[in-house]
């Protein structure tokens, strides 16, 4: 398991942006395909986005669709989750994790290999 670490969360209002950042000093991102996820009190885990490697593409889930991005700066090793429009639904504690191969269901979670400590992310009404 190699290490990610995530930066960016805070305390927003509703309507408010934040930007999450991923990195690691352990391997190229690049070559790793790269997902968001999220956690709230209470509930499961939710697949939030993923940017595949080999210019696979990205994908959301639809209730952040037209609203967050996924983007890769392989520049700084760094890929970001920026996010628009927040809603107080939005707030938990958002993890980046990677993995050099991941299946159609990334949304589980359960290829991923390596993964970040988490930051919160609290969406104020």
């Known amino acids: 398991q190699l290490r990610l670490v995530e930066s960016g969360g805070g305390l927003v209002q509703s309507g408010g942006s934040l930007r999450l950042s991923c990195t690691t000093s352990?391997?190229?991102?690049?070559?790793?395909?790269v997902g968001w996820f999220r956690q709230a009190p209470g509930k499961e885990r939710e697949g939030v986005s993923i940017?595949?490697?080999?210019?696979?593409?990205?994908n959301y889930a639809d209730s952040v669709k037209g609203r967050f991005t996924i983007a890769r700066d392989n520049a700084k090793n760094t890929v970001y989750l920026q996010m628009n429009s927040l809603k107080p639904e939005d707030t938990a504690i958002y993890y980046c994790?990677?993995?050099?191969?991941?299946?159609?269901?990334?949304?589980?979670?359960?290829?991923?290999?390596?993964w970040g400590q988490g930051t919160q992310v609290t969406v104020s009404s």
């Open positions: 994790a990677a993995d050099l191969r991941v299946a159609t269901d990334w949304y589980t979670g359960t290829d991923f290999g390596s």
């Open positions: 352990e391997f190229d991102l690049d070559r790793m395909n």
């Open positions: 940017v595949r490697n080999g210019g696979g593409g990205t």
